[in-house]
């Protein structure tokens, strides 16, 4: 049987660094679905459809072949992380990650992949809708004010002008929709481990998690 990690959490709990890591250490594909979401969206706009336009968008994502390589995505054979993260797919994605039928399509691909790979998955709905039979499931959390800490000091050492209160603001913001949204809300599911990484470093939250891996690999 393949092994899958399900990793959960709200935006900015560190779980794309953490899942890297894991990944690297125990030898999974490291799988960021929240970058599918996004290319989705970044296509949709260059594309000019809008979230109610369901056909289309639907039509559109049949045409995006993704993969991950090297812990990248790959659209259509084209390296697009660095997209990704620009602010005008940042400010649109949650509309887009909300349609129904965007997020069928989108879990059907990541259940192929985690058929044919041992993942480790990273998301918001990857422990109780897409991988509802992981191997581990961890929901992965902090307090709101120490991810925009985290957030801040890291746009500061890229010499970004930001606000620290500006960006607690949005952490919420994005909590709140992520969490109330209708279809496929984050929430933790009910056998996935709770990890609150406020008080830890990097290196403890690897540590922490791999005991529940460990523990998986000694019983299968
Ligand atoms: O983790 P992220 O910030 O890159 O996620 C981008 C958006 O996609 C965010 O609004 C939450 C959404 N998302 C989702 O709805 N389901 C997932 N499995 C992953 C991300």
New binding site residues.
């Given amino acids: 049987m393949r092994t899958s990690i399900a990793i959960?959490g709200p935006?900015g709990a560190g779980?794309?660094t953490i899942a890297k890591l894991l990944g690297k250490k125990y030898d999974l594909m490291y799988i960021?679905?929240?970058?599918?979401?996004?290319a989705v969206t970044l296509f949709a706009m260059k594309n000019g459809i809008e979230p109610n336009e369901i056909e289309k968008l639907c039509s559109l994502i049949d045409e995006l072949e993704m993969h991950f390589e090297n812990d990248d995505l790959i659209v259509n054979g084209v390296d697009v992380s660095k997209e990704?993260?620009n602010i005008e797919v940042?400010n649109n994605?949650?509309r887009y990650?909300?349609v129904p039928e965007v997020?069928q399509k989108?879990v059907q691909l990541?259940r192929g992949i985690s058929k044919n790979y041992d993942v480790i998955m990273?998301?918001?709905?990857?422990g109780t809708v897409?991988l509802k039979d992981a191997s581990v499931k961890i929901f992965l959390t902090a307090r709101p004010e120490e991810r925009a800490t985290r957030r801040y000091e890291e746009l500061i050492a890229k010499n970004v002008k930001v606000d620290y209160n500006s960006i607690l603001e949005d952490i919420k913001k994005?909590d709140y929709?992520?969490s109330h949204?209708e279809v496929?809300p984050?929430q933790k599911a009910e056998d996935a481990v709770e990890v609150d990484s406020s008080l830890m470093n990097i290196h403890e939250v690897v540590e922490a998690i791999s005991k529940y891996i460990e523990e998986y690999k000694n019983r299968a």
């Fill in positions: 959960d935006a779980k794309s960021n679905t929240g970058s599918m979401y996004r990704l993260t940042t994605v949650s990650a909300a997020r989108l990541q990273d998301g918001r709905d990857i897409v994005r929709i992520d949204r496929d984050l």
